[in-house]
């Protein structure tokens, strides 16, 4: 029945994605619109204009076909290295760090760029290499270079976070690629001796204070402490229910900082309370289930790790900054997706979701709703 009344192009959208995705960004335009004190500016409006744009943008990659993904995985990790390069000589500076290149008609952030870029590219080494293959060096080699050139351009703007980013969804490629075990193992070990020397010889002082604070963020609640303190009274204040829409006091009176980008959800849960909190977990569920069973029914190699590295991208994304927030993770300043105002996180996310979508097209016609 709904077959007759839907036209066929609309029923074969990818509304299982679409429908979570404007339920997300409908709720986050809302906690923006109060944290702004009842105004659809400067973040709310923004916020929508900019997913349904980039919607947009997701909708034309869901079109294109597999091959020139193939084609285009090195020459677009070749052009983000050059930006990532240009930033260390022409970038500008915000927040002690030199993150940006002025476009003139935009500020790009290249950075945010390689999250997607370096799961294409690995997902394309992957795909071609056989099989039997995967057990060697050569399986690990190219691609820990692949991986190991970005990261450290990005480290020394110094971005902690988006380093952290773009190796989590290379490394969810490497391991679903089937490379052995022993050898992420080793990893961690290796992992585990570097971090204390890491820790006083290779962080910034500030990278550093933030791990201490995460340690103990009461040893300074109205210093390098105040921003974790605060979110964890403003979740905690909202209870189960919430104090009600426009009740929010931590954001109103301008206690806890950052509401609309990086504490967004503290924002939410004082207004919304845990019942706000457990719908965005189930909406992030959804659109994860979504793009896992996207790539397990993808037709072939390339396809799986390649859904699958961009769907674990944007669970890094909100797993990181829902960690961030409750005082489980030390302050890297990573945005919560699709609700956080920021055009670049919302950038790359939507890239991501555009290119699981295209994997998901790449299995043939979907069946108009009957």
């Known amino acids: 029945m ?83 390069v240009l930033v260390e000589l022409i970038g500008g500076i915000g927040g002690g760090s030199q993150r940006w290149i002025n476009l003139g008609f935009m500020t790009l952030q290249p950075s945010e760029l390689m999250k997607p870029v370096i799961v294409l590219v690995l997902a394309n080494f992957y795909g071609s290499l056989p099989p039997a293959l995967t057990q060697s060096w050569r399986a690990l080699v190219p691609a820990g270079g692949l991986l190991a ?61 933030r791990v201490l604070v995460f340690v103990d963020p009461e040893g300074d609640p109205l210093g390098s402490g ?19 829409f ?19 959800f503290a924002t939410m849960s004082e207004e919304w309370g845990m019942l706000g909190g457990l719908f965005v977990l189930f909406i992030f569920f959804l659109i994860l289930r979504w793009g896992l069973n996207v790539a397990r029914r993808s037709n072939d190699r390339f396809g799986q790790l390649l859904a699958a590295g961009m769907s674990f991208t944007v669970f890094f994304y909100m797993a ?28 790359t996310n939507m890239i991501c979701i555009g290119t699981v979508m295209a994997v998901d097209r790449w299995r043939g016609p979907r069946r108009a709703i009957s």
């Open 246 to 264: 426009l009740n929010g006091s931590q954001s109103h009176l301008d206690y806890l900082p950052e509401s609309h980008t990086d504490f967004v």
């Open 149 to 209: 050139v970005p990261a450290v351009l990005v480290l020394i703007q110094p971005d902690l976070g988006t380093a952290m980013a773009i190796s989590f969804g290379a490394l969810v490629v490497i391991f679903l690629a089937g490379t052995p075990m022993r050898w992420f193992l080793g990893g961690g070990a290796a992992a585990l001796i570097i971090a204390p020397i890491a820790f006083f010889t290779l962080l910034h002082d500030y990278q550093r204070k």
């Open 2 to 84: 709904i077959r007759s009344v839907v036209p066929e192009p609309i029923a074969r959208q990818p509304w299982g994605v679409v429908l979570p995705l404007l339920a997300l960004v409908g709720f986050g335009a809302t906690v923006l619109y109060s944290a702004a004190g009842g105004h659809l500016e400067p973040w709310a409006l923004k916020h929508v204009l900019r997913f349904l744009v980039f919607l947009a943008m997701a909708m034309v990659i869901a079109r294109l076909p597999r091959d020139v993904f193939k084609q285009a995985a090195y020459p677009l990790y070749g052009i983000v290295l050059i930006l990532l």
């Open 320 to 347: 990181i900054n829902l960690m961030m927030v409750m005082g489980l993770a030390p302050v890297v300043g990573i945005p919560l997706p699709f609700m956080s105002h920021g055009g670049s996180s919302m950038m």
């Open 226 to 244: 105040y921003h974790i303190t605060q979110s964890k009274i403003a979740i905690g204040s909202g209870g189960f229910f919430g104090k009600g």
